[in-house]
């Protein structure tokens, strides 16, 4: 019962970390992101102007979607872990998040 408490808790905070992070990306790609301190790349060049900040956020824009997408990969994962504990062990949908979640920084 804690397993499939546990699986259904990180379903809906990788659902919520995964339309929080597509919303994200859907505003840099439109480029509709402005210039704040919490979202979005945040290096020195994107906060000389205003035009880098637009061309840095369009730039990254599809890995920050991309990355959004693999949360709602996980979601699913844990999801089928959470009903099918025998057949998907705990350590499955965990591991490959942890991977994607690495890969995505990167």
């Given amino acids: 019962m804690a397993d499939f ?5 990180l379903v ?5 970390g995964g339309l ?4 994200i ?6 480029g509709t992101l402005k210039p704040n301190s919490f979202a979005g ?9 205003e035009e880098d900040w637009y061309q840095i956020q ?5 890995a920050t979607l991309l990355m959004g997408f693999m949360f709602f990969d996980c ?11 025998e057949v998907i062990p705990f350590l499955v949908p965990s591991g ?11």
Avoid: D, E, H
Avoid at 41 to 49: D, G, L, Q
């Fill in 20 to 23: 929080t992070v597509t919303v």
């Fill in 58 to 62: 369009s730039a990254s824009a599809n």
């Fill in 75 to 85: 979601a699913v994962l844990f999801a089928i872990q959470a009903f099918l504990p």
């Fill in 41 to 49: 790349v945040r290096i020195p060049r994107a906060y000389r102007s």
């Fill in 96 to 106: 490959i998040f942890v991977l994607q979640s690495i890969l995505g920084i990167a």
């Fill in 5 to 9: 408490l546990t699986s259904m808790l």
């Fill in 12 to 16: 809906v905070a990788c659902v919520a």
């Fill in 25 to 30: 990306g859907v505003k840099m790609k439109r």
